[in-house]
């Protein structure tokens, strides 16, 4: 059985002037799709495309137009306040803008506590315990528990977000373009950790992203999107063969590896 | 004939007790028709070199170093906006949301203490592929895309005639196909109007697609400066293996030993 799966999902949003009278935009449209325990799926597509909406709409951030989204088989509509929270637990975000998604008047090891105060039943000796496990975990020492925000680095920041995620050990992890902010030399070592975290404890996850250099080398399979619906779907060996114009437009952007001038080579 | 912008010896502290180093003897060189990368990593000191290189960096910074334009020394201050002109990351943030695009373009003109010139605004325009710019002249910034503002700020910069451009990470923010775009837009200005550019990055992917020299910094000192084919094929320094590693491992690729 998948772990998470979306159904016809449609998802508009209303815009109301005070003048204007309101305006419809469809972000998502007529989408569905599966993904299983421990499977590493990347959604693929430009601004605007609509997928940090269908990533939201996965982990019950929003409520779909129409259409469903079924956790293990059942509907999101349908769940009980208790499967509901468990359900919470078991599908996390993480972010673009670290900075944004923290509040900087708490602690590391405050913010990273947080979804457990709601979701588990911990005392605050275990929490603590627990924070110092996810800290290392991310690989950060424990002692930045006491630091707050603004001392830290984006990238060191991004991963107490990795961590906050990880906290109520959930099986899926959605990553919302969350190491975009970061420059390239972090956004693989925090790729890495990620890939890391994943052998050891078999999450599945989603990687929301437009750079397509990030998807061979960190998902098994990518779903491209393009004006809000689902246009092509490869193995992520076989980037080569994506044919929609949306996915091509997205290869033909990807940057070179080698500068074109070869001037300044030793023979 | 080759116009340069010669930075020499550009030093950066911050004030107080125990004053700190962001920046050491910095020189490098910009030419006109040519595009000088200046890369590193985050907080390396290359945006605040480009901010002290135009008498902008922070009133709580000592600055010390000189500028000199095709050989004579010049106080950075005049560059800016005359010789120099400048976009930066989040092109959004360098509009006024209450004024229109022809606004911009006007308050241009005044500060080069030119009349309006519609005709000459709607060229620019074109130059940057803002197409119908007719339309283009009367929008506000809200309504236009991260990418059609990029190039909004690369023909303010052209209508002010300055030979030289600072770009501190221009596609950082854009998506994939927008920042391609882009690229190939300051490429062209390069190639056809002689433009001298200065590319801060932090992606070597861009560095790749458009600079001619690579200069990298680390902890605020130069460490490896070259053609970028030597930089990718052959870098020295262990910032830059570490940066071209990270940059190529993106591609499945690995650094030659």
Known sequence: MSLISARNLTHRYVSRSLLGGTRQRTAVSDISLEIGQGETVALLGRSGCGKSTLARLLCGLETPTAGEVLFEGRSLRSLTARERQGMRRAVQMVFQDSPEATNPRLTVGRIIAEPLRHLAPLTGAERRDRVATLLAQVELPVAMADARPGQLSGGQLQRVCIARALAPSPRLLILDEAVSNLDLHLQAVTLDLIARIREATGIACLFVTHDLRLVERFAARVLVMAEGRLVEEAASGRLSALAHPASRALREAILPPYPRSISGIPA | ?257
């Open chain 2, 1 to 257: 004939m080759t116009r340069t912008l010669h930075i020499a010896n550009l030093s950066v502290s911050t004030g107080g007790r125990e004053p700190t180093q962001i920046l050491s003897g910095l020189d490098v060189t910009v030419a006109s028709g040519r595009v000088l990368a200046l890369v590193g990593a985050s907080g390396s000191g290359k945006s605040t070199a480009c901010a002290a290189a135009l008498g902008i960096a922070a009133g709580n910074l000592n600055v010390s170093g000189q500028v000199y334009l095709d050989g004579t020394p010049v106080a950075p201050a005049s560059l800016r906006g005359r010789r120099v002109a400048s976009i930066l990351q989040n092109p959004r943030s360098g509009f006024n949301p209450l004024r229109s695009m022809r606004d911009h373009l006007r308050e241009t003109m005044v500060a080069l203490e030119k009349d309006w010139d519609e005709a000459a605004a709607r060229e620019v325009l074109e130059d940057v592929g803002l197409e119908d710019p007719a339309r283009i002249l009367d929008l506000h910034a809200f309504e236009m895309s991260g990418g059609m503002l990029q190039r909004m700020a690369i023909a303010i910069a052209l209508l002010s005639r300055a030979e030289f451009l600072f770009a501190d990470e221009p596609t950082t923010d854009l998506d994939l196909v927008v920042q391609a775009r882009i690229l190939d837009l300051l490429a062209e200005m390069r190639d056809r109007r002689g433009l001298g550019l200065l590319l801060i990055t932090h992606d070597m992917g861009v560095v790749a697609r458009l600079a001619d020299e690579v200069a990298v910094l680390d902890a605020g000192r130069l460490v490896e400066q070259g053609p970028v084919g030597q930089i990718f094929h052959a870098p020295r320094h262990p910032v830059t293996r570490m940066l071209i590693s990270a940059h190529l491992a993106l591609y499945g690729l690995e650094l030659s030993a």
